[in-house]
């Protein structure tokens, strides 16, 4: 059920709105049409505009009138509520202004698409869409005062509150300046204005409070003054239809003291004459302001108007509470009670259906396990606790509880973790501190516990000792000859060089935004590559002494340096082919030094310039210039289809 209105969107006026729908017409439908295309094309280019405009405008009213509220498929309480703010007759013939002028629009589409269809030039054709255009536009300036009327009434309708006519409710009523909204202040957080004077609110104000884990609402209602319903204002009249439709517990508010202007015997008149209201909900006569007099206080007479108003007679049960919103005194104790007896009569109501008890008890399935076997067993209750006297706070000699020590502890500002396991009932006081688990894989562990287990565990520890006396257990290294041993040096070396590999990988992977030197980049002695040769069993004899050999006729140069000299002129020879490569890529420019290719490719810009000059467009050159600017022509194709075109 939607209970608020306030996603309805702006409502344009007249002007605005054939502004939106003309320029989205020039936006979405093509711009050029010339004399010299087909007529056929000429006719379906101003088509396709009259049809565009007119579903413009169909699809905008459309989008209004289902924005609003359906008068007849909405709770009685707004029903009643939007004829009383609105006026229910105004508010449709406003929509039903819209739903015409869409259909008037179409019809004036179908006519003009008919007589485009027989446009004998361009000029015609064009005349055509004019008119229909302007039609169309004369329809919808006719809707100056209903549009403004609809975006007035949706201005009031979001700020209308939220009101759920099926939840649980408190509605508070009354004469004026009783003290409605003062109890309702203090009960929520709703913000309503509270000043001493008359029909200070007038309209419907909500606030929320929760009590026994449930959300509550209580409804603030304008004050209402004893006269017909024919003459009944608009503010009162939100009161009334509240009282009749919302399913609520009614809070009735009296004034003793008659500072709101008021008698005892003209608001007990008022509570008489709006009590048919009241049939099938719960009702409660408050008395406010007791803090300035009491009902004890008042005269015989007026105590005898205030006891009629609680008669045995009627089918109404109502009950009389005593509150103060000055001093909040009994404020609570009223809505408690409210609360409670709306409740119950809420319950009450759900047993009264048959439907509505049945579908509860199918909910309700009592659980009756079968009997495995025909024995009896009773419940039992050990001595201990039966025979323990009851827990009494004021008693001296009481137990000392957790908890006792727990605030003990907490007077001092320290921290006391009770024991939980200190009323273990065991064999042995020592094994209450005993760090065993008692489920393991599902199971109770007890379960599985040997009674034999440590004569086992003995004969176990003797039959270890005499087979390690007998040998048993004696390594079979001795007995291993050298090709076995050289086989497990091998294995014991492969076992750790696979471990430094798969260190040295989880390191690499390990970097996250650290350089990391190219593979081809990085620099190798001659030295790591024996070592390197060795590990894998590469003979190497006479490779590193054949590359220190062509670097020893360097001065101050060693055997690693001379090798990392070789490394570097590969490097370098490497690079110089690479370069050679690239220049060879380029055949004009091979061979040729830099200040000759620079000189040559002056002299062809040179030589270039002129046919440059000769080819460029001049004024007597043909040129078409665009119809239209071009930011009136960009941009019109979307990513979709363009079958519009």
């Known amino acids: 059920m939607q209970l608020t209105w306030k996603d309805?969107?702006?409502?344009?006026?007249?002007?605005e709105f054939l502004d939106v729908v003309l320029n989205r017409t020039q936006r979405k439908t093509p711009t050029v049409i010339r004399p010299g295309f087909k007529i056929t094309r000429i006719r379906a280019f101003y088509m396709r505009k009259v049809k565009f405009t007119a579903e413009g405008f169909a699809e905008k009213l459309d989008s209004i009138v289902d924005s609003f509220p359906k008068i007849n498929e909405i709770h009685p309480f707004h029903r009643d509520l939007l004829d009383t703010l609105y006026e229910k007759n105004h508010y449709k013939m406003s929509l039903a202004a819209l739903s015409r002028a869409k259909g008037l629009i179409e019809q004036v589409s179908r006519d003009y698409v008919r007589l485009l269809k027989f446009g004998q030039s361009l000029y015609q054709c064009k005349q055509l869409k004019r008119a229909a255009l302007g039609r169309m536009a004369t329809i919808t300036k006719r809707l100056k005062d209903p549009l403004q009327y609809l975006e007035n009434v949706r201005q009031h309708l979001g700020r209308l509150p939220s009101i759920d006519p099926n939840t649980r409710t408190l509605l508070i009523c009354g004469y004026p300046?009783?003290?409605?909204?003062?109890?309702?202040?203090?009960?929520?957080?709703?913000?309503?204005?509270?000043q001493p004077y008359a029909f200070t609110t007038k309209s419907l104000y909500v606030g929320h409070f929760d009590y026994k884990y449930l959300r509550f609402q209580a409804i603030d209602t304008p004050g209402i003054l004893d006269r017909p319903v024919e003459e009944m204002n608009q503010i009162e009249m939100q009161s009334i239809y509240a009282i009749a439709h919302v399913r609520s517990c009614v809070l009735y508010f009296m004034d003793l003291s008659e500072q709101c202007g008021f008698s005892v015997e003209d608001q007990v008149k008022l509570f008489h004459s709006i009590k048919p209201l009241f049939a099938g909900k719960p009702v409660m006569v408050v008395i406010n302001k007791i803090d300035v007099m009491r009902p004890a206080d008042l005269p015989e007479a007026r105590q005898e108007l205030l006891r009629s108003?609680?008669?045995?007679?009627?089918?109404?049960?109502?009950?009389?509470?005593?509150?103060?919103?000055?001093?909040?005194?009994?404020?609570?104790?009223?809505?408690?009670?409210?609360?409670?007896?709306?409740?119950?009569?809420?319950?009450?109501?759900?047993?009264?259906?048959?439907?509505?008890?049945?579908?509860?008890?199918?909910?309700?399935?009592?659980?009756?396990p079968v009997p495995r076997d025909d024995i009896q067993r009773t419940p039992f209750i050990p001595d201990s606790i039966q025979n323990r006297p009851k827990y009494d706070p004021n008693d001296p000699n009481r137990p000392r509880l957790q908890k006792d020590i727990e605030q003990e502890y907490a007077l001092n500002l320290e921290v006391y973790e009770p024991d939980y396991q200190d009323a273990y009932l065991l064999a042995n006081e020592e094994w209450k501190q005993d760090k065993m688990p008692e489920f393991m894989d599902g199971r109770n562990v007890y379960d599985f516990i040997d009674p034999d287990i440590g004569a086992k565990l003995k004969a176990l520890e003797e039959e270890e000792d005499r087979l390690a006396a007998?040998?048993?257990?004696?390594?079979?290294?001795?007995?291993?000859?050298?090709?076995?041993?050289?086989?497990?040096?091998?294995?014991?070396?492969?076992?750790?060089?696979?471990?430094?590999?798969?260190?040295?990988?989880?390191?690499?992977?390990?970097?996250?935004?650290?350089?990391?030197?190219?593979?081809?980049?990085?620099?190798?002695?001659?030295?790591?590559?024996?070592?390197?040769?060795?590990?894998?069993?590469?003979?190497?004899?006479?490779?590193?002494?054949?590359?220190?050999?062509?670097?020893?006729?360097?001065?101050?140069?060693?055997?690693?340096?001379?090798a990392d000299v070789v490394m570097d002129q590969i490097d370098t020879k490497r690079d110089a082919s690479k370069m050679a490569r690239r220049d060879q890529s380029n055949r004009r420019l091979a061979g040729v030094d830099v200040t000759r290719r620079s000189k040559a490719e002056r002299l062809a810009k040179l030589d270039q310039r002129e046919r440059n000059r000769a080819a460029r467009a001049g004024e007597a050159d043909r040129h078409t210039t665009a119809s239209l600017p071009k930011h009136l022509l960009a941009g019109k194709r979307g990513i979709g289809k363009t079958q519009r075109r």
């Open 8 to 15: 309805i969107p702006v409502i344009p006026n007249h002007g």
């Open 470 to 562: 007998q040998g048993f257990y004696d390594s079979d290294d001795e007995e291993m000859g050298d090709e076995d041993l050289e086989i497990a040096e091998k294995a014991a070396w492969i076992r750790n060089k696979q471990k430094e590999m798969m260190n040295a990988a989880r390191s690499k992977r390990t970097i996250k935004n650290k350089p990391v030197i190219p593979r081809k980049l990085k620099k190798r002695s001659v030295g790591e590559m024996e070592s390197h040769l060795e590990d894998i069993g590469i003979e190497n004899s006479g490779l590193g002494e054949r590359a220190r050999s062509m670097t020893r006729g360097r001065e101050g140069a060693g055997d690693a340096s001379g």
């Open 309 to 368: 108003l609680v008669s045995e007679s009627d089918e109404i049960q109502v009950e009389v509470l005593e509150t103060s919103c000055v001093t909040e005194d009994g404020v609570m104790q009223v809505r408690n009670r409210a609360c409670d007896k709306l409740l119950t009569a809420r319950i009450q109501q759900k047993t009264k259906s048959t439907t509505r008890m049945n579908s509860i008890l199918n909910r309700i399935n009592v659980a009756r």
């Open 177 to 194: 300046n009783v003290g409605k909204s003062s109890f309702l202040r203090t009960i929520t957080r709703a913000d309503v204005e509270v």
